[in-house]
């Protein structure tokens, strides 16, 4: 990502981005018009919103940032029905709680007289789906790790921390990290070493310095690397956002291309069509979108899934690979640009709530912070800081069971907002019936 967007593109996102809202409010005005049955506005308002919030996060264009159920990150009891919902359950829980706030205080203010019909509804689904967190995921999950006998990897996470004018100057000597004593580079035990997004230009043969320099560290301590690069295909006509497995003798065990890049920021969507919009795009190439939503496999322990940078805003990638076979999702981000902002927290948000959206170990790898190693209940285990030079250093599990979310993705979502539009359908139509009677007997 170069620094051009994150500095102008705001300018074209922030108005597209308020036009959400005033849907919102559009359609919540409708709904407090028309209808007049409070037990069908609270459960059709936050059927709207997440609606409206799943439609926001589609096509090329998506962007995820500003979900409201992102939130509650930090209160993982409450995130743990992203398992069957995807975030936009969390949403929906925020929405109706809020809702029933709304309508408590409406019927106060009309009737004098308090009712609490409505919070003792929406104080219920919260209450049940926090005592599920309780009593069986974050109890459960360490059991079933110990005892189903998962595949371990010992990684080493590299948070090089190095500036975007300072990337590729010495073939990417500039990422390799202090050793870690004198005997060894890594940490005994160490058998992935992780580094950040297009982190080489090239693929390994182009940039031989780094090549030579890791080839020894690899080869000595039995180590494969997974690294972010840009890469091309042999015409240099075509242009890819890779992670690249390789194996200790630096062969290509594996490779993965981004399927989702930055729209005007590495790639102009729907060339034929917004093709004159060329000049919004600030990438130094025209990078190719990718349709393989497939793992790469980890000769001799599993299937590793992979996001790179902006695609762990968008629930349904890594949900996609993991059900693919991916037992493991590694986010490999480039904020080279953010420098001290808040935008590299958001980003580990996004890896914390697809670790329990899709019940797996997510290892966030980012070149100048935030990295961290995540629990698929989204405790962060392993935490780096901001503009720090640091390894992390610690185990995942592959864990090939998938959630409910994993399997069926937003089919719960589906399933409530078309039984409620439904239900406010009907309600509608009588309503309109009703009115209509009396005008034809007169």
């Known amino acids: 990502m170069s620094v051009l967007p994150v500095k102008y593109a705001w300018l074209f996102l922030v108005p597209l981005l308020s036009i959400i809202f005033l849907v919102y409010g559009i359609a919540i005005c ?4 028309k209808i007049n049955q409070p037990y069908i506005r609270i459960f059709l308002v936050p059927a709207v919103w997440i609606i409206v919030e799943y439609l926001r996060s589609q096509s090329l264009l998506a962007f995820t940032i500003g979900i409201l159920g992102y939130s509650q990150y930090y209160f993982l009891p409450l995130m743990q029905i992203a398992r069957f919902t995807g975030i936009y359950g969390v949403s929906f829980i925020i929405i109706l709680f809020n809702t029933c706030i709304f309508e408590t205080i ?16 929406s104080i219920s689904i919260l209450i049940i789906f926090i005592t599920y967190s309780i009593l069986s995921v974050n109890s459960k999950l360490d059991r079933v790790i110990k005892t189903r ?22 073939d990417g000597i ?26 080489l230009w090239g693929f390994i043969d182009d940039n031989k310095n780094f090549k030579n320099r890791i080839r020894e560290v690899t080869e000595k301590e039995d180590i494969h690397i997974l690294i972010g690069q840009y890469v091309q295909n042999e015409d240099y006509t075509e242009y890819y956002n890779s992670a690249l497995l390789y194996s200790p003798h630096l062969e290509v065990a594996g490779r993965y291309d981004e399927v989702h890049p930055v729209p005007f920021s590495q790639y102009v ?5 917004l093709g004159s919009l060329k000049f919004l795009d600030f990438s130094i190439v025209n990078l190719m979108p990718s349709e393989d939503y497939s793992p790469i496999n980890y000769p001799g322990k599993g299937k590793l899934g992979i996001n790179i940078c902006y695609e762990s805003t968008i629930p349904s990638i890594a949900r996609n690979i993991r059900n693919n076979g991916a037992e493991v999702i590694f986010v490999l981000a480039d904020n080279s640009s953010f420098d001290k902002s808040i935008a590299p ?18 290892i966030h790898c980012a070149n100048r912070g935030m990295s961290a190693i995540i629990s698929p209940s989204g405790e962060i285990i392993e935490r780096s800081e901001i503009l720090e030079k640091k390894v992390l250093y610690g185990s995942v599990f592959l864990i090939p069971e998938k959630t409910f979310y994993s399997k069926f993705g937003d089919i719960l979502i589906f399933i409530y907002s078309g ?17 209509t009677i009396p005008r034809k007997n007169k």
Not at 30 to 33: A, Y
Not at 113 to 120: C, E, N
């Open 149 to 170: 006998g998962y595949n371990e990897i010992k990684v080493s996470v590299v948070q090089p921390n190095v500036s975007y004018k300072d990337k590729y100057s010495e």
């Open 174 to 199: 500039e990422i390799i990290p202090e050793q870690y004593s004198k005997s060894i580079f890594f940490k005994e035990g160490t058998e992935l070493v992780v580094f950040p997004e297009s982190m």
């Open 419 to 435: 039984v409620i539009f439904f239900t406010a359908l009907l309600y509608l139509i009588r309503e309109k019936i009703k009115n």
């Open 30 to 33: 409708f709904i407090f018009q």
């Open 106 to 121: 409406v019927v106060f203010i009309k009737n004098k007289r308090a009712v609490f019909g409505y919070l003792i509804i």
């Open 345 to 362: 927290w958001h980003h580990l948000i996004f890896s914390k709530v697809r670790a329990i959206e899709n019940g797996c170990y997510v």
């Open 269 to 273: 969507p729907y060339p034929k069509i």
